[in-house]
């Protein structure tokens, strides 16, 4: 502590040097609080119960608070972002189960399912995702499948003895562990920018409450 300037770091050196000012109390929490993310603070004895607060004047503290509500903005921003890709790999299946209906191919396959047992086996073997028919991604392979008999055949072989399948005979175990990595990356960003925001509005709440302070 600077005695001389009266420039304080801490909550300890302000009340050493103020020692009646309240224990307690909005105030008291706003200085704590502001001292906690290294904020300093200059006051002067006055008649009232609190000191003269002379920095961070009012024009400071409405700077540093338009300053936070503009990193706030940003960071709700990158939230709502998060959060949408997260709705998103989470709906995944959901979604593409509803958009699967108006895939002329998906229909085709049904009708195969129903026909051709040789088909069904095939298709039960390799668990063929055709709920995905509608996502590009996985549309050509069940285009393949339902379609070209060498390819069918091929797949279900595949499966049925490749070390690849060894622990999952799945073809679209891919599309599951990406909807999960997905949500878990999310997942975390949406925690973190959430703790961000909440520490954000901790701090504005203590500048506004010294802003009052350096009113008086």
């Known amino acids: 502590m600077n005695k001389e300037k009266n420039v304080f770091s801490s909550i300890e050196e302000f009340e050493k040097k103020f020692p009646k000012i309240p224990k307690d109390g909005e105030r008291r929490t706003a200085v704590e609080k502001y001292f906690s993310v290294n904020g300093v603070i200059r006051a002067f004895p006055s ?30 921003k990158n939230l709502d972002g ?34 051709d047992k040789d088909y069904r086996k095939d298709s039960e073997t390799v668990k063929l995702p055709v709920h995905l028919v509608a996502d590009d991604k996985w549309k050509p392979m069940v285009k393949m499948f339902v379609n070209d008999l060498d390819y069918r055949k091929q797949l279900a072989e595949t499966v049925e003895k490749s070390i690849v399948y060894r622990k999952s005979k799945r073809v679209a175990q891919y599309a599951d562990d990406l909807k999960d990595f997905r949500m878990d990356v999310s997942d975390k960003q949406i925690k973190e920018l959430t703790e961000k925001i909440s520490k954000l509005d901790v701090i504005e ?10 009113k008086e």
């Open 47 to 76: 008649e009232r119960t609190w000191p003269k607060l002379t920095y961070p004047n009012v024009f400071i503290i409405g700077k540093k608070l338009d300053e936070l509500k503009k990193k706030k903005s940003l960071f709700q």
């Open 82 to 115: 998060w959060a949408k890709k997260y709705n998103q790999a989470s709906n995944y299946h959901k979604t593409n189960q509803v958009k699967k209906f108006k895939e002329p191919l998906y229909w085709k396959h049904m009708a195969k399912m129903a026909t």
């Open 205 to 214: 709440v203590s500048l506004k409450e010294l802003q009052k302070w350096a």
